[in-house]
């Protein structure tokens, strides 16, 4: 039985042998191709992507919005023709395997397979609509700093069917763009500054407020160059357990609002303390209510 078997697997590899023999031309001349393939698809995409790198190194010289806006169209464009480079390349290296008369046959019916294919592809044609749709409103661009959903980061990279974030820690997200819902650019208009101060019951809150209205303004002056409107104090927004919260409020450049919040509670804190006014934490008064004895009682 072993040397029945031994000798159908010689038999095999043998006639294995003499067919690749037989067709050792046609075959080397198909790897050719395929190795052609795969070189023009790469030099096709190295081309592209000296050319988009250089329209990107040109924007750095124009204004932000603009240098913004070319960035996000050169990583679209880099993209896009990634898919299509790579699609052709396949159906060529496909034809040349022998498959072609299959890929037309499959292309041209319009039969289950095509509608399974179509329902399995909703979810890709929906990321790269929406992609579309995303660059030609303009939503955001690299460079900006948006919340999507509910995910907060710069946007590094758009490409035909994710968006690359950066958030504060460094972390990159990629969100594919058929999940987008709502957008949030925070890079496209004035940013506001809140500052909400806690203030004792005990203090004169007038007073309180003429205090943070001058340290306010004078930090502003300090940081003119990033504010865009001066500080204002709202007055007293809350009366809370244990405080009187006093809110100022400042429209600064966009992104700057944190550190002119930094500053205004550094400002702040400085002038409550040299007017000796401190700043309340929680506290609890007890009460207690001491009963007289009851004559009646026996000592």
Same mark, same amino acid.
């Given at each position: 039985m072993t040397g029945i078997l031994g000798k159908t697997i010689t038999d095999y590899f043998n006639g294995f042998l003499s067919t690749l023999a037989e067709n050792s031309g046609l075959l080397f001349w198909k790897g050719v191709g395929i190795l052609l393939i795969v070189l023009g698809g790469k030099l096709v995409l190295n081309l592209i992507s000296k050319l988009t790198a250089r329209q990107i190194k040109k924007s750095e010289e124009m204004p932000e919005m603009q240098a913004r806006r070319v960035q996000t169209m050169m990583t679209m464009t880099r993209s896009t023709f990634r898919y299509i480079v790579y699609g052709i390349c =396949? $159906?060529? @290296? /496909? =034809? +040349? $395997?022998? #498959?072609?008369?299959? @890929?037309?046959? $499959? !292309? !041209? *019916?319009?039969g289950i397979g095509s509608l399974a294919l179509g329902i399995g592809? +909703? %979810? /890709?044609? &929906?990321?790269?609509?929406?992609?579309? #749709?995303m660059m030609f409103e303009k939503q955001f661009s690299v460079g900006d700093y948006v919340k999507l959903d509910d995910i907060e980061g710069t946007v590094t990279a758009t490409a035909m069917r994710v968006t690359y974030l950066k958030n504060f820690a460094g972390q990159q997200i990629i969100i594919p763009n058929g999940t987008i819902g709502?957008? @949030?650019?925070? *890079?496209?208009?004035? %940013? $506001?500054? &809140?500052?909400?101060?806690?203030?004792?019951?005990?203090?004169d809150s007038r007073q309180v407020m003429e205090i943070l209205d001058q340290a306010a303004k004078a930090y502003a002056r300090q940081v003119k160059e990033i504010i865009v409107e001066e500080p204002k104090v709202q007055g007293i927004t809350e009366l809370a357990d244990s405080s009187v919260n006093i809110t100022v409020i400042c429209r600064t450049l966009p992104l700057r609002h944190w550190e002119v919040e930094r500053g205004l509670r550094l400002a702040i804190k400085e002038a409550l303390d040299e007017a000796g006014i401190g700043i309340p934490y929680p506290q609890q008064d007890v009460h207690l209510k001491?009963?007289?004895e009851d004559s009646s009682q026996p000592n």
């Open positions: =396949a $159906l060529m @290296i /496909l =034809a +040349q $395997l022998g #498959f072609g008369n299959a @890929i037309n046959n $499959l !292309l !041209l *019916s319009a592809a +909703q %979810s /890709l044609i &929906k990321d790269v609509v929406t992609g579309f #749709f709502r957008v @949030i650019n925070y *890079s496209r208009m004035d %940013s $506001l500054a &809140k500052v909400t101060v806690g203030t004792p019951y005990e203090a001491m009963e007289a």
